[in-house]
Each structure stands twice: as C-alpha cells, then as structure tokens.
C-alpha cells in the first residue's frame, strides 16, 4: 500500500472531534466553550478535526483570546499596527500577526527570539505547533511559575522555571504567508499553496549575502518587506524558521538545518550547542507528548530528529533563505527545520496522530530556544593547536568592479564588500592558546617555518607577497619539504593541493591533481572513526558554504562550487589515508600521508576565494566554514605532534 492511501484511509477511519479553537464569540463564529477543546483555547491534535482556519477568523479570535486570558504574558497585534505601516499585509491584503510572549510586568531589556512558524503556507506543523506553545507558556506562567523549561537532556543541558525564562526573554512568533495559509481553509478548498497570492515564494526573498538569484526579486514582496523591517527593529539574538518535508535523506522527523553563515569558532560551537541541545529537546517532548513513531504512518522507523546544513537535509542551497539571513545580517543564532510528512501530502486531511508529532517537535525546538537563550554567551571556546602558521594572500575580492549583474534588483542597494578568506585564520586565533602567525611567502625559504607546528595554505599556492618581494617559488617548495620531512605538519586546503605534485610524493604528479565543481561545498565521509572525523555526527557531509561565496547554484544549469581531489588509487598507493571522498569525483578530498619525519594533510572543499562571477548585490563572505568544516580543520592541526602511523 503506497503513503499516500495509507494515510487517506487513516484519515477517513478518524473519529469524529471538535474543532481546534475554543474561544469567545468574534469574528463572527460562535462562542465555544474551552472544555470543548479539553481546557485549551487550542485543542491538542487528538482533540481537534482539522487545521486551524485563517480566512473565517478562526485564528484571529484565537490568538486574542489568549491575549485576553493572559494579558501579563501574551500580546498579539498586526505587523502593520507594530510598524505604523498599512503596507504591512499579504500580497493578498491579509493581516499578519505577530503574538508576543514575555514576561510584560518585566520591563528591563530582554533576549529577543524571533520563530518563522509557516512561511511556506502547505508546511502547517510550524503555526500548529507554535500557537499551541504560546498557550502553554501562558498557562504555565500563570498556574505554574515553577515549570521547568528546558533545552534539552545532553549532559550540558539545563532547565529554568518558566517565569525566569519569560522575565529574561522576549518570544515573537508570526506566520508571514497567511496567503497560502488562507487557500487550506475548508471553505476554500482544503488545498494549501507554498507561495502567497501573487505565486512568490517567500523563503527567496530576503536579502542573504554571495549569489543573488535575481529573478526572485528579493524584497519585492509585502510580506518579505515587512518582515524584514520588523526584524531590523527587534534584532533576535536567536531564530528559527519551520518547514515541513515530504521526505528525509537523514532519517529524521525533524531535520534541524544549520544555515549558512560567516562563522568563527565561537559561533560554530554556539550553532553546534543549538542543534545537539535541540535534537535531544525534541525526542524528550516526544515522550511528554506521548508520540510514539511507530504509530504514525510512514515514521514507524524514523529517529525523532538529527541535525545537518541545509544542504545535507533538502540536497540543495539557493539565494534568499529566511534561516541565512536571519544568520548572515541580522546576526541570530539559527536553526531551520523541515518537518516529516508536514507537504502537500498529507496536508489536505487532519490526521491527529502525525500532528501530535508535528506539535510535539515544533514546542521543543521553540522551549531549546528560549532556554538556549539564557546560556548561549556562557559558551567558551579554547583550541590547543600548537604553534601554527599560514600563508599569507593580501589579495582582496572587493565591490570595485561591480556586483555581477548591470543593475541591481528594483529597490535593492548594492552592499559593499571587501572579502578575503585570511579573515578564517584572524578569527581562528582569538580562540587559540598561541596566536596564529601570518607567513609572507618570502620568508618560508628564510626558515620562517622553523618553529612552528603546523602550516596551512589555502587555495593559492603562490600569492603575491604582502611586501611586494618577488620569490623563488622551486625555493619556497623546497623549503616546505624540508620542513615536512623534518617533522613538519603540512596542511592544504582547496587549490593548494597542487602543491603535492612538487612534493616529490612517489605516483603522484600534476596529473593526479584536479579540479571538478559541484552544486555545493561538501566531501562525502568514509570513515567516520578517523581522528579528523572524530565527533562528528553521521549527517556531517557540507564543509563550505557557497552560496555566501558568490557561487552560483541552480540557476544556470552548471555546477559552480570547487571541489579539489587527488587520485584516490594513486594517494592510497603512495601510502596515503584515505578519509572522505568529493562528491564531484571519487577522488581523495579528505585524508594524510607521511613525508618524512612529518606528515602532508589534506582537505580539497574548505575555504575558496570568494567568487564575483555571479550576481551578489548584498556583498560577499570572507569565508563559509561550517561546522563540519572547523571541526576537521581543528582536528586536522590538533594531531599535528600525532604521526600518521599512531593516528591510524
């Protein structure tokens, strides 16, 4: 039997229930009864029949009747009352509403966290579930201030009484495509749209730094335009954005997606906490809420949640995510997430066993933000890598030859930029025990070399010396070889492995060293067991972000992003490891080989230049490491006094 008919017969085998909003009379509909809805102004998915209506005010009365029952907790007004802006609507002329929920008696400055519940309007479990929790907030807050909330049961989680997560933190939650939303409605024909009235999709629209896809029209649209503006002005310090799934590469109901950013690794390990502490959040509100996946049709094996780049989870990165630029120019702490089976299918029919799970999963994401909010700066990071250097590229990508394309979007004014991937190792060093060393190439055959660990050149091997010192560049080579062989850890990013030619590694010559692109920055791992894999999960596969990069992905038919290899029998052959391969090709991208005393590293899809061959009208990164990518990197430097042969 396929999915689809299971669940249609699922569907049409389920009790008879009352309807998910109970509240006074308003908006036209009559007064229900909160016992109709077992105590709740939002019923539970068992207790509910269909999805909550939007066009006959179903929600509208909903929402402020929980404003009315919880004055000190919850707000709710329009985005075009909070903005003094009557554009502030739908495309379609709908209101979007924002619910506030806080501690209001509690006027010192709070922790903004702002939540995105459906801004794909056929993806209901975000406004399903966050709508529920606001509930249970208030509830909590007024009967039960002791009510722990919690991030999570990781060792380093923690939880926190309800009134003193409220009196710190300041939660916004809206649904900006009330549009699609609307078309659901069983008066409307109980088919939901992914777009608003005028066909835009709005996770295309907001204004995310690298490639712009310019026929998405970013910030075009009435909705992007005041979410945007509202968001400038309350600036959370944590976000997410809710999605839904028809299927999950990773096995997962909840696949949490780390979004692309500018990350150093403070905020790789603050991205990192986010996601663990969530993914267990998840499971544990599965348990409160009493889900059980086998139970639900089409989940029966799947893991509660697992945690990924937006790339691992849907297969691919486009311009204009809400989730990247909530990270890239808002400065937020994200986490996106695409829930099971919350698509077009089945999302015509209420089917209470699938939405308790949706619901279940949406309340412990939005509880690990706002407990994730308390703790987040308390998060400390200290790298022992020894004494390390890299070479220094005082070449710059800047805007002064334009941003890719003639003319910028209508509306749009062009960001400036003046990137250079240097910024990772200036970054990188503020959380080391010794300092990183810049290393002109001049100096390396003056045995600039000779007291450090390890060494690490990115993509070009021979820049322009920051000095403006012609050099030997057989000089330079020979000096690096020596000081491999002597005990040297050696390790090449990106372009750099062209260098391995002139190493005078047996078999492996220019020839063996090549270039492939792909529509993504990743290696595929083959040995998680690896010291330079150690820790990561088994979604781990995304080591840079392109598109922050300039890359273009999709939008020409050709694949952009660069991917760097040696010839995997050939490496293996001269004695290499073999850790993770390209995607691109079957070529070795990831893995070390001893030279000498010392030992040669490599990892081919890492830190790139920037690229200006495409639109990028709101600027471009310095770089797009991921967590993935910082974790092999450190590990990578860390096991530099490790020989290859005790590392295996």
């Known amino acids: 039997m396929s999915l689809l008919v299971a669940l249609l017969l699922g569907a049409l085998a389920l009790p008879a229930a009352a309807a998910p909003v109970c509240a006074p009379a308003g908006e036209g509909l009559p007064a229900i009864p909160e016992a109709a809805c077992g105590g709740r102004i939002f019923a539970e998915a068992i207790g509910s029949a269909t999805f909550i209506q939007h066009d006959n005010g179903e929600y509208a009365r909903g929402i402020q009747a929980l404003a009315a029952g919880f004055p000190n907790f919850v707000h709710v007004n329009t985005l075009a009352n909070l903005l003094g802006d009557p554009t502030a609507t739908s495309q379609g002329g709908r209101p979007i509403w924002v619910i506030e929920v806080t501690d209001f008696s509690v006027t010192s400055p709070k922790i903004p966290v702002a939540v995105s519940l459906s801004v794909h309007g056929n993806e209901r ?16 807050a007024t009967s039960d201030p002791s009510h722990d909330l919690c991030n999570g049961t990781l060792p380093d989680s923690h939880c926190n009484d309800v009134s003193e997560v409220l009196s710190k933190v300041h939660l916004y939650l ?16 109980a088919s939901f749209s992914r777009t608003n009235s005028r066909g835009t999709d709005l996770n295309r629209e907001f204004p995310t730094k690298g490639w712009t896809k310019k026929s998405y029209t970013p910030v075009s649209e009435n909705e992007s335009r005041a979410w945007v503006s509202f968001i400038e002005q309350v600036k959370p310090r944590l ?10 590469v990773n096995n997962a109901f909840a696949d949490m997606m780390l979004p692309a950013g500018q990350w150093d690794p403070l905020e ?13 959040n998840v499971d544990r509100y599965f348990e409160l809420n009493n889900v059980v996946l086998g139970t639900v049709a089409g989940a029966a094996n799947m893991r509660p949640a697992a945690y990924a780049t937006g790339y691992d989870v849907v297969g691919y990165d486009d311009s204009g995510f809400m989730g990247d630029w909530f990270d890239e120019q808002i400065g937020a702490i994200d986490i996106d997430v695409e829930h099971f089976l919350s698509h077009t299918v089945p999302n015509a029919f209420w089917l209470p066993p699938l939405e308790q799970a949706h619901i279940a999963a949406v309340r412990g994401e939005i509880e690990t933000l706002l407990v994730e909010a308390l703790s987040f700066q308390d998060i ?28 910028p979007p209508d509306g749009v004014v062009p960001q400036s930029y003046s990137a250079t991937r240097m910024k990772y190792f200036e970054d990188l060093s503020q959380f080391t025990s010794q300092p990183l060393s810049a290393i002109n190439p001049g100096d390396i055959s ?57 190493l005078g590694i047996s078999g492996i010559d220019a020839s063996k060293v090549t270039l492939a692109k792909y529509n993504a920055g990743h290696i595929d791992i083959d040995d998680f067991d690896h010291p330079f894999t150690q820790g990561l999960p088994d979604t781990a596969s995304q080591t840079y972000y392109e598109v922050p990069l300039g ?33 691109a090709t079957t070529g070795t991208a990831l893995g070390e080989i001893a030279l000498g005393q010392g030992t040669v590293r490599i990892i081919g899809a890492l830190l790139p230049r920037a690229s200006e061959g495409f639109d990028h009208f709101f600027g471009l990164s310095d770089y797009g490491v ?23």
């Not at 406004?127 to 509830?139: H, I, P, S, T, W």
């Not at 997410?240 to 299927?247: K, R, S, V, Y």
């Open 125 to 140: 479990a975000g406004l399903e579930g966050g709508v529920r929790y606001a509930e249970d907030l208030a509830r909590w």
């Open 174 to 189: 809206a649904d900006i495509n009330p549009d699609g939303w609307s078309k659901g409605d069983l008066a409307n024909g």
């Open 239 to 248: 976000t997410a954005d809710l999605h839904g799934e028809l299927t999950s």
């Open 268 to 280: 790789q390990a603050r991205h990192e906490s986010l996601a663990n502490h969530m993914e267990s």
């Open 380 to 407: 400390q990071v200290s790298l022992e890598l020894g004494k390390v250097g890299y070479l220094f590229d005082p070449s710059l990508t800047t805007d002064a030859d334009g941003y890719g394309g003639p003319t």
């Open 446 to 502: 003056a045995g600039a070399l000779a007291d450090l660990d390890s060494f690490v050149i990115s993509d070009v091997v021979f820049p322009e010396d920051r000095l403006g010192r012609e050099y030997d560049h057989a000089a330079m080579v020979s000096a690096l070889k020596t000081w491999v062989e002597q005990g040297g850890n050696l390790v090449l990013t990106d372009g750099a492995l062209q260098v391995l030619a002139d």
């Open 551 to 583: 890359f273009s992905v999709q939008s020409t038919g050709t694949k952009e992003s660069p991917h760097w290899t040696v010839d995997k029998a050939a490496w293996q052959a001269a004695g290499g490891t073999h850790v993770a391969h390209s995607t």
């Open 626 to 648: 991921t967590v993935t990518g910082g974790t092999i990197l450190n590990h990578m430097l860390e096991t530099a006094t490790t020989s290859v042969v005790n590392a295996l």
